[in-house]
């Protein structure tokens, strides 16, 4: 999954060598942290599931926390890229996700 994902990026930000290795020892730090965040935000909704509580307030904290992350990489993507690349890394990355659900259902009608 991630060397599709380095494929997509990479062939539709057209990155080039140079650009490539700069862009994705950065890229490859936000994955992680977002990550992180994700996997923190499931574990703190499943515990508010578990409460019967809607835990609204941690919900909105980690929404804030993405955020927050995701505007401290754009600052660094646009030290590693032009800054027209470096805008559309989240859509890029959105594309990709669309890209892949879209092959899923594609898959699951052709089975069945």
């Known amino acids: 999954m991630e060397a ?6 990479t062939k539709n930000l057209n990155l080039n060598k ?6 994705w020892p950065v890229y490859n730090n936000y994955r992680r942290e977002m990550n992180n965040l994700f996997r923190a ?4 909704r499943k515990q508010a599931k578990e ?5 609204l307030v941690d919900g909105l904290k980690y929404e804030t926390q993405i955020l927050e992350t995701k505007k401290r ?10 800054k ?3 805008d559309l890394v989240y ?3 959105r594309e990709f996700r ?15």
Do not use: C, D, M, W
């Open 51 to 55: 409460q019967g509580n809607p835990g």
């Open 84 to 86: 027209a690349k470096a």
């Open 41 to 44: 935000r499931h574990q703190v």
């Open 98 to 112: 669309e890209h892949l659900i879209n092959q899923l259902k594609e898959r699951r009608e052709n089975r069945g």
């Open 4 to 9: 599709l994902n380095a494929e997509f990026l």
């Open 91 to 93: 859509s890029t990355e």
């Open 73 to 82: 990489y754009l600052k660094q993507f646009y030290e590693v890229l032009p």
């Open 18 to 23: 140079q650009e490539a290795q700069s862009f």
